[in-house]
């Protein structure tokens, strides 16, 4: 089985997709088939946004991934952009598809990266969370967090629920254009506490390194 990462965040918007795309690649060139699958995505009106694009990085990096489709990648689709347990309305979460989708891609992979949606409390259906996904496809967590104020307690709060649940987990930092303040606000906090720390951008081969033990 290939190993599994779970790239999940602080929240919505933070960065999921465009984390996995840069590990996507990282990865790929250190020699490794990479595969991914984004098991829910919601908002989808016409075609999965973060699903089209994950597709076709897919499709550049791993010549056996040429004959999948949209549906190998996000196989849950909903048009309503909410958490899935409101998105879905009176339908149900299609686990089958999903367990489907993961098992087909790790056929082709060495590394397969899934995305979550939204943050790690984010309810599926009315017995899950986002970070039930983790242990059920026996994957290593990848937090990534903002850089604005607050951040140091958004991180802190997902740290502690991924820990109570002993899930094991890796973090990094997705400073973005806009997140002013970083430097005066919330540096000294990290370099203190938690040196070491790694940024995306600056950190990639480091966070790869660790993801891969």
Request: aromatic letters at 6%.
């Amino acid at each position: 089985m290939a190993q599994h990462i779970f790239i999940t965040a602080t929240n919505t918007e933070i960065g999921k997709t465009y984390t996995t795309v840069k590990l996507m690649h990282a990865l790929s060139a250190r020699g490794l088939h990479v595969g991914v699958v984004k098991p829910i995505e919601t908002g989808v009106t016409t075609a999965p946004e973060d699903g089209t694009l994950l597709l076709q990085e897919l499709k550049q990096l791993n010549p056996q991934a040429w004959p999948l489709d949209i549906d190998d990648i996000v196989p849950v689709q909903f048009p309503l952009p909410a958490a899935p347990y409101v998105a879905r309305g009176s339908a149900s979460i299609d686990w089958h598809a999903i367990d489907s989708a993961v098992e087909a891609m790790d056929a082709i992979c060495d590394v397969c990266l899934i995305e979550g949606a939204g943050g790690l409390l984010v309810p599926v259906d009315a017995q899950t969370d986002m970070i039930d996904l983790i242990p059920r496809y026996r994957a290593k967590a990848l937090l990534v967090a903002h850089c604005r104020l607050g951040g140091i307690n958004d991180l802190r709060l997902s740290l502690e629920a991924l820990e109570r649940r002993g899930i094991a987990a890796e973090w990094v930092l997705n400073c973005r254009e806009g997140d002013a303040g970083f430097d005066e606000t919330s540096r000294p906090w990290f370099d203190t506490v938690v040196p070491g720390w790694h940024r995306l951008k600056e950190d990639i081969e480091q966070l790869c390194d660790a993801l891969l033990l």
